[in-house]
């Protein structure tokens, strides 16, 4: 693949991986195997409420290949195959779940020095189709993203971004919901390993007129132990700590507070992944 700049679903991700990735209210449990052939097995139960659910999953890579299948308990099957170039400078993915044969998509990745774009199209009748493209370099990067609904004949959506990237820090601003939002984020590394990091969110939504701020950042407690916060103008804290139990093996206990209703209790999460 090319050096160029990032695919659009990348804009703006690295501050909301910072903000959300990992925050969890629920219990999960989850196991992960490998093996010599190039399989993984995954299997994950989760408890949300008084309902519990769970599903098995299995990734087998070859060469430039990765085959991924998951089994749910509600009866589902998903399936995911994935082709590195497969033609030169591209990345094609072909997804589909059972029983909804109608939710199957297909989508081509193109990467250029100065330049990638996507498009992915629905696989039924009435298929819905979504281009993204980004023009730049790996320090800055212009975006837009379309989607357009074959069986309406208009636009689902459209969607612009741009995303500057140095050495200790990021930004990105999307304008999105078809002019309606307008999201700006910032990442700042606190040191060279990149393991301690601040980021800061605002989104602005103008049929509203409701603004949306966060804060939150991530910290290194030793090389075992990670803590995470993060707090917005609405008054929802949340914070969690993630400690590697055994190599390859973290857990994870997650809290949300509403600072603004302190008579409730607060949510609390619990997520165990073990991995060999």
């Known amino acids: 693949m090319s050096k160029g700049p990032v695919l659009f679903a990348d804009i703006g991700k690295k501050a909301k991986d910072l903000l959300t990735k990992d925050y969890n ?6 196991v992960s195997t490998y093996s010599d052939s190039g399989v993984a097995l995954t299997s994950t139960a989760v408890k949300k409420g008084g309902l519990s659910t769970g599903d098995v999953a299995a990734l087998y890579m070859y060469k430039n290949t990765t085959f991924d299948v998951k089994f749910d308990t509600g009866s589902n099957i ?16 072909a997804s589909i779940k059972f ?47 379309a989607g357009y609904d074959t069986t309406l004949g208009s636009f689902t959506k459209y969607t612009a971004g741009i995303s500057v990237t140095k050495p200790d820090s990021y930004a990105s601003m999307i304008l999105g919901d078809k002019g309606d939002s307008l999201q700006a984020s910032y990442v700042h590394h606190l040191d060279l390993l990149k393991k301690s990091s601040v980021a800061g969110e605002i989104t602005r939504r ?26 917005n103008n609405h008054g929802k804290l949340g914070a969690l700590v993630q400690h590697e139990v055994i190599p390859k093996s973290v857990l994870t206990i997650s809290s949300e507070v509403d600072t603004k209703a ?15």
């Open 25 to 30: 209210s629920d219990q999960k449990f989850s």
């Open 78 to 93: 998903s399936t995911t195959l994935t082709f590195t170039d497969f033609l030169p400078s591209t990345k094609t993915i």
């Open 99 to 145: 029983p909804d044969y109608n939710s199957g998509k297909l989508e081509v990745q193109y990467f250029h020095d100065r330049a990638s774009f996507t498009t992915a199209v629905a696989l039924n009748q009435s298929p819905a189709i979504d281009v993204t493209a980004t023009i730049g370099t790996p320090t800055i990067a212009f975006g837009a993203e």
């Open 206 to 231: 103008f049929s509203t007129n409701e603004n949306t701020f966060t804060i939150g950042g991530s910290f290194p407690v030793d090389h075992l132990t990670v803590v995470k916060a993060k707090l």
């Open 262 to 276: 302190l008579d409730k209790s607060p949510r609390f999460g619990l997520a165990i992944a073990l991995k060999p």
